[in-house]
């Protein structure tokens, strides 16, 4: 082992000549190919040494775990390796110092370190070598070495990816978004910086250019300038950027980030517009491609870096503004870390004059003030008037009338005011408009008419003064009235109609005639109805058309029988609640006929008996509550038939009517179907609903069965 | 907020402590791994939620979401070149693979078909803006459109929560849970995060309250739904027999017992629960303020359309939005359905459109003059786009389209966003994006942006790792900031 570790020293020793000899006489040699070639490994074979010298020292630091003599002939044997390796790595890189553009500062500082770095391994190994035991000498030349290392590895990784290239990340880059900047700063220079600047730097310097300064880019590389100004076709930095990734000359070379698309448009559209260093985008024609692309690409290619606004204040007191949080008052800073404060106020019936004074800690801070719909009278506005730094401030459908608003005058800052819905008048609006910085006045639906308004822009041309932006002069139709009642009515019950908006004249009728806007009845207050009625009713009012109408059956509750059964059983899907749900007063929902308020048949018709006590007055007629929802199949009842009489064998075919059945699809609806019946005391009845046998022509399923859905029959 | 957060990071539980000192180092430098930002200086806390990270351009949203995928080849992408080429075979070169539903995957041909319905342009910005629409040509100038949307999702239930949750899954927080967990709540009055659904006479699609979920996030933040009855707000009123006053008692004795329960689990949903009781007992004043339309003033009405009195219609809500969004309600989100139409395009887009089109543009003129469009932002769009061919019979006079998630068009409106321009475009066949394709997580990173947010750092861990709005995605659109 030993004899190997002397062989290796001796070999290491004739490199390090080696390396001498070619330090001194470099400028005087030219290397053979293959020699350029094992130069071209220098960056591979780097990573070695520095390996080598790092573990080298965490072995130092471990050797307590070790076997002592197993140790000493290991970590000898780190050494050695790593010497030989650096005498290697530090002779190729020579060879590659030879053949690349490097800047002559960096490239010395790296070589010399290199060598610097072989020849103390060099000795390192030596020393453990030969003095074996650890001393002082040893320590110190070992803590150099390692110093050595990470400086040579740093100056090597600075000409390889660019100065700085460790740091970097941490450097906020400042994108020139100066208004002032030229286009080839904002837009050009950033491409450079990304794709090319790490090989066309000083230090670097490939092809001689250099591109990290206007002048030697201007001046170009060793071919010469890099493009001719509106021949992008013509200018090599364009000619080599298409050439294929395989060529050589391609750039950026194959394995560095290439170019996309948009940017090589970017430097393409430059050069055309003339390659102009000193332009701004607004400075070109507005259609020319190279402002629009390059004003696109500054909108994404940036990250916006919002101007935050400073203020000359500081933030107020964080406990002082939590104390001045309720449900009905916010404070708030306007952002993260923003001395800046916005207070909003809620709940009209908490608002009193004395919230608006307990901002007054905080009038430095506040800059956006919100009291919209909270009753602010003109006195109020004299507090408001001391918050000096107010810039936006509602006063939306607030009490005041504008008597107060000179106080406002002395908010130099104010750019926003908000008054819709106040009644303020043009009049009180004069202190306002001289205000250096206002910028908005709002003064939608108040006195101040669109004349005013005119003529107020034309003398105070800063302020945008805003009154109604939306005009039509179309007449519009109303809603429908609505009914306010929901099921059955029950004896005092009434109905009760309802529009929202005021003003309105709700006509109507319960005969089945259209109502129209003079002849029917006017609905002024809730009536009562005795039978079930179908009410049909419309609004009206002055400047608009009349509504569509309302239709709607009111259903009345009838003579209640004390037993009903049914005869035939319902669809199983549709059960409903059985015997009693014809009669328990319970209506369905239009929408959804599985509800157990419905007894659905398709099949079979529905034949329910009805059984009243002795005495019950005279039933007149009787209302058959059904659905109707012809897309699904659910038709008003073919036929009807109305059995009565004393029991049930005693009863008698009494009545037999046919329904009018729908032409054309509608909308779903529920309609009751009124059948009067010759008088007479019975006391029991039988009731058949037949459902429609076969669907018409014009339904998409014609010729089937179709349903027939009830929820509530109806004895008068 | 703020305090209720760092109150519940103090009760660690035993679990979480020796979890968190066997992580310790090395999340440190994990950590550092991960976040780049860790060592240049800047605060590596968590961020205090309840603000924006940054100066908001908009500070609140309603989000007008056309449920069904509203045709944009019928509304605002003007594409002459389909009617030129009626009838002819979708080519392959535009196609490019894309795949189908399965609706129309069986359907032996494609052949394209134009708009029924004329298109106009309109406004200083000459937007194309189609004869469905009359009222919305009018505000054009207000309006930013985006043309180039694009989704991953091909049907309505993925598309559909991929737009509301930046996920195809559901479970996911929604944007407004988001938005609330980010932001607070302006109001402590109301819900920071409140949906409202309409419906209209068109082929329908369903909505799920995954939709408007606060998925991971705390309950406080998930979306409360009003009813599109006259009550818009359910069981708020206090029942016969029981006034505020006992309310007040009962609260305030219910609260002592949650805190109780509380101080005993310490599980954070407790505490979300209390506070829940809270505002929904000062709801019962603010919202029939809020509800109570019969106080807009006449022209307002006129504004929006009569249909805006009658409770569940897409006008009702439109006004309602308004008004919640002007009582500092962070996010309205509204679902109107029935823009599904896979036939009969001719019969059902027009009065899809009449729902739509007068209350929309009153919406955003209406936030004009009253001096909030600046601070809010309107978004109106569907979950992806439709096929330029037709879907099922063509006859002369009508039409289907189908799903298409390559290409789509949104607009949105106020806040921070560039009025009057088209961001985006498709190809003339409106089927493929040629310039400035703008995704999902794009959109959403926009918004996040626009409302102060930044959607890298808008984030909650979950099951092991930190989630966002835009995942791992997502790219801030710089094009339509003003």
């Known amino acids: 082992m030993l004899r190997t570790s002397r062989l290796l020293l001796n070999i290491i020793f004739f490199l390090q000549v080696l390396l001498l000899f070619l330090f001194f006489f470099e400028d005087r040699l030219s290397l053979p190919v293959w020699l350029q070639v094992a130069g071209r490994l220098h960056p591979a074979l780097l990573h070695l040494p520095i390996a080598g010298v790092v573990f080298g020292v965490v072995l130092e630091f471990t050797q307590g775990q070790f076997k002592k003599k197993a140790f000493e002939k290991f970590s000898l044997n780190v050494l050695v390796l790593t010497s030989l390796s650096a005498s290697i790595t530090a002779l190729m890189g020579v060879f590659l110092a030879q053949q690349g553009d490097y800047g002559a500062d960096a490239l010395t500082q790296h070589k010399n370190s290199g060598i610097v770095l072989s020849f103390l391994c060099y000795f390192l190994a030596l020393t453990r070598f030969y003095a074996k035991r650890r001393d002082i000498l040893y320590y110190g030349l070992g803590i150099v070495t390692a110093g050595t290392v990470v400086f040579a590895g740093h100056s090597g990784s600075e000409l390889t990816h660019g100065i700085d290239f460790v740091l970097q990340p941490l450097r906020k880059s400042s994108p020139t978004e100066d ?44 071919n010469g300038k890099e493009w001719v100004p509106g021949k992008p076709a013509e200018s090599r930095m ?29 430097l393409e559209s430059w050069i055309a517009a003339g ?5 701004k985008l607004t400075d070109l024609p507005e259609p020319d491609s190279f402002r629009i692309l390059g004003t696109a690409s500054l909108a994404t290619m940036y990250i916006v870096q919002r101007e935050e606004k400073t203020y000359p204040f500081s933030g107020a007191d964080e406990e002082s503004i939590k104390e001045m949080n309720t449900p009905f008052c916010s404070v708030f800073p306007l952002y993260q870390n923003s001395p800046a404060l916005q207070a909003d106020f809620f709940i009209r019936e908490s608002f009193q004059s004395s919230s608006l004074e307990r901002l007054k800690e905080v009038k430095e801070q506040l800059v956006v003030l919100n009291l919209s719909k909270m009753p602010v009278t003109d006195n109020d506005l004299r507090v408001i008037g001391t918050f000096d730094n107010l810039e936006k401030l509602n006063l939306n459908f607030t009490k005041i009338d504008g008597s107060g608003l000179l106080s406002l005058s002395s908010l130099r800052h104010l750019e926003s005011l908000s008054l819709a819905g106040t009644s303020v008048t043009t009049q009180s609006l004069g202190p306002l408009l001289t205000m250096p910085s206002l910028r908005e006045l709002f003064v939608w639906n108040t006195q101040v008419s669109e004349e005013d308004k005119v003529k107020l822009s034309a003398t105070y041309p800063n302020v945008t003064i805003i009154t109604t932006v939306f005009k039509d002069d179309q007449i519009l139709r109303l809603s429908k009235p609505l009914l306010v009642n929901e099921g059955v009515l029950k004896k005092g019950d009434s109905v009760h109609l309802r529009h929202s908006m005021p003003g309105v004249t709700i006509r109507y009728t319960l005969d089945g005639i259209n109502p129209d806007s003079i002849a029917s009845s006017t609905y002024e207050q809730p009536f ?57 007063g319970r209506k369905g929902f239009i929408e959804d006929f599985k509800e157990p308020s419905w007894l659905g048949y398709q099949n079979n018709p529905l034949a329910a008996a009805f059984e009243f006590d002795e005495g019950t007055p005279e039933k007149h007629s009787i209302v058959i509550s059904y659905g109707k929802n012809t897309g699904s199949h659910i038709f008003p009842p073919e036929a009807v038939e109305v059995w009565a009489g004393r029991n049930s064998q005693d009863a008698k075919l009494i009545k037999s009517v046919k329904v009018t059945q729908p032409v054309a699809y509608d909308t779903p609806q529920i309609s009751a179907l009124l059948i009067p019946l010759p008088a007479a005391k019975h006391t029991y009845f039988k009731v058949v609903v037949k459902p429609v046998s076969k669907l018409p022509t014009w339904h998409s399923a014609k010729g089937k069965k179709g349903w027939v859905f009830v929820d509530e029959v109806f004895f008068y | 907020m703020d305090n209720e957060f760092i109150k519940n990071r103090m009760h660690v539980t035993r679990r979480h402590f020796l979890g968190k000192m066997s992580l310790g180092l090395g999340s440190v430098a994990l950590g550092s791994l991960l976040i780049p930002d860790l060592f240049s200086g800047k605060d590596d806390t968590p961020f205090p939620v309840g603000l924006p990270h940054f100066a908001p351009k908009a500070k609140r949203i309603i989000y007008l979401f056309q449920n069904g995928a509203p045709s944009q080849l019928e509304s605002f992408d003007y594409k002459p070149l389909l009617s030129k080429m009626r009838g002819e075979e979708l080519p392959a070169s535009i196609r490019m693979g894309q795949r189908l539903t399965g609706m129309t995957s069986g359907q032996k041909n494609f052949p394209l078909v134009g708009s029924h319905f004329k298109f106009q342009q309109y406004g200083k910005s000459g937007a194309w803006v189609s004869e469905l629409f009359p009222n919305t040509a009018k505000i054009v100038d207000e309006l930013c459109f985006i043309k180039s949307m694009h989704t991953e999702a091909i049907n309505h239930d993925p598309a559909l929560t991929f737009m509301q949750t930046g996920a195809q899954q559901g479970n996911r927080p929604s944007m407004g849970a988001w938005l609330s967990y980010g932001l607070g709540s302006e109001n402590k009055n109301l819900p920071a995060f409140c949906v409202l659904l309409s419906r209209g006479r068109g082929n329908g699609q369903g ?35 029981r006034d505020r006053e006992d309310s007040r008692k009962m609260l305030d004795h219910l609260a002592q017992l949650n805190e109780l329960n509380y101080q005993e689990f310490g599980d954070p949903e407790i505490q979300t629960r209390i506070q829940q009781y809270e505002m929904a007992y000062r709801m019962q004043t603010a919202v029939p303020e809020l509800t109570d339309l019969a106080q807009e003033p006449d022209h ?28 500092g309600v962070r996010f309205v989100q509204l679902y109107h359905q029935g823009w599904d139409q896979h036939g009969n395009m001719v019969g059902e887009m027009p009065l899809q459109a009449q729902d739509v089109d007068r209350a929309t543009a009153a919406l955003i003129m209406d936030l004009k003059q009253r001096g909030l469009l600046d601070e809010t932002l309107v978004i109106w769009g569907g979950e992806f786009g439709r096929t330029n061919y037709c879907q099922g019979d063509m006859s002369n006079n009508n039409y289907g389209r189908d799903h298409h998630p390559r290409c789509y068009t949104i607009w949105m409106a106020g806040g921070g966003v560039k009025p009057g321009i088209a961001y ?21 990173a926009t918004v996040l942006h626009l409302m102060g947010l930044n959607h890298e750092q808008l984030n909650f861990k979950h099951l092991g790792r930190r989630y966002r709005l835009t995942d791992v995605a997502g790219k801030v659109v710089k094009g339509i900031l003003a």
């Open chain 1, 179 to 222: 208004a002032n900047a030229s286009a080839f700063q904002q837009v050009v220079y950033p491409i450079l910086e990304r794709k090319c600047t790490s090989c066309h730097n000083r230090t670097k310097a490939k092809g001689r250019l250099i591109m990290t300064s206007l002048e030697d880019l201007i001046k170009g590389g060793k």
């Open chain 1, 238 to 266: 364009i000619q080599y950027i298409h050439l294929p990734v395989s060529d050589d000359d391609h750039m950026p070379p194959d394995g560095k980030p290439q170019l996309t698309k948009q940017e090589i448009k970017l």
């Open chain 1, 275 to 279: 390659a102009d260093v000193e332009k």
């Open chain 1, 528 to 584: 009562s109805l005795t039978t079930t009625s179908t009410l049909k009713a419309i609004a009206c009012r002055q400047g608009w058309y009349c509504s569509e109408m309302l239709e709607t059956t009111c259903f009345v509750e009838g003579l209640k029988p004390k037993g009903a059964h049914l005869m035939t059983p319902p669809d199983k899907a549709y059960p409903g609640e059985g015997d009693k749900s014809l009669t328990d």
């Open chain 2, 207 to 241: 909505v799920y309250s995954k939709l408007w979920t606060n998925g991971f996030l705390d309950s406080i933040h998930q979306g409360v739904q009003f009813s599109s009855s006259e009550e818009r707000v359910l069981y708020l009123k206090d029942p016969n027999g």
């Open chain 2, 300 to 327: 307002i009405i006129k504004m929006y359309g009569a249909d805006c009195l009658t409770p569940g219609t897409y006008a009702s809500n439109c006004l309602l939005a308004r008004k919640l969004s002007e009582a």
């Open chain 2, 424 to 444: 985006g475009e498709s190809d003339e066949f409106g089927y493929n994006i040629i310039r400035d394709p703008v995704h999902v997580n794009d959109f959403h």
